[in-house]
Antibody, heavy 123, light 108 residues
Framework: EVQLLESGGDLVQPGGSLRLSCAAS????????MTWVRQAPGKGLEWVSA????????FYTDSVKGRFTISRDLSKNTVNLQMHSLRAEDTAIYYC????????????????WGQGTLVTVSS | DIQMTQSPSTLSASIGDRVTITCRAS??????LAWYQQKSGKAPKLLLY???NLESGVPSRFSGSGSGTYFTLTISSLQPDDFATYYC??????????FGQGTKVEIK
């Protein structure tokens, strides 16, 4: 059974930093790209960042480029999202998700999701 | 960026109704489209991918169709467990990957 367990969400002041982690189990972690998707309170889903299976390629939505960094640790089966210069508009539940097709080149849909971790940016 | 537009935003229906949700892309995405269901306070759940392929374990009352810029999600006979918000998502390469704004299916 695939399990994705996010952690690291917290209340942080504007301009602050936070590191989210996602512990993965139940599948061949090194074979799948991984992603972060967020959902602001009462709003829809927004894709944030993705990382290829090897970690060699990373992708970001424009609003977080230069502020967020995605990484993965193949020895620990974790994917991380380092967030800097946080803004009020970054307030959201952040979901870690597994890309559905291990062979797809950038054809990323998401077949397993964690329960999410809440990031609140407020003074 | 490819914009995804769902309609309606809210849908009121009764148990047993046939329900159809529409998703339009701002440019052609072939059949690179997924549908998700999200219940209140829960993570999204993948229902269909490649526009019409049913994810394992998803009831057969869910079906998807379309290609290019026009797609539909149909629930053939609405069940109590189906009241939720539904999202489409395009994954035509890295555009970036974008979701529709969601369609909430409510009890009539």
């Amino acid at each position: 059974e695939v399990q994705l367990l996010e952690s690291g969400g917290d209340l942080v002041q504007p301009g602050g930093s936070l590191r989210l982690s996602c512990a993965a189990s139940g599948f061949s972690f090194s074979s799948y790209a991984m992603t972060w998707v967020r959902q602001a309170p009462g709003k829809g889903l927004e894709w944030v960042s993705a990382i290829s299976s090897s970690g060699g390629s990373t992708f970001y939505t424009d609003s977080v480029k230069g502020r967020f960094t995605i990484s993965r640790d193949l020895s620990k089966n974790t994917v991380n999202l380092q967030m800097h210069s946080l803004r009020a508009e970054d307030t959201a539940i952040y979901y870690c998700a597994k890309v559905g097709d291990p062979s797809a080149l950038l054809l990323y849909y998401f077949d397993d999701w964690g329960q999410g971790t809440l990031v609140t940016v407020s003074s | 960026d490819i914009q995804m537009t769902q309609s309606p935003s809210t849908l009121s229906a009764s148990i047993g109704d046939r329900v159809t949700i529409t998703c339009r892309a701002s440019q052609s995405i072939s059949t690179w489209l997924a549908w998700y269901q999200q219940k209140s306070g829960k993570a999204p759940k993948l229902l269909l991918y490649d526009a019409s392929n049913l994810e394992s374990g998803v009831p057969s009352r869910f079906s998807g169709s379309g290609s290019g810029t026009y797609f539909t999600l149909t629930i053939s006979s609405l069940q109590p467990d189906d009241f939720a918000t539904y999202y489409c998502q395009q994954y035509k390469s890295y555009s970036p990957w974008t979701f529709g704004q969601g369609t909430k299916v409510e009890i009539k």
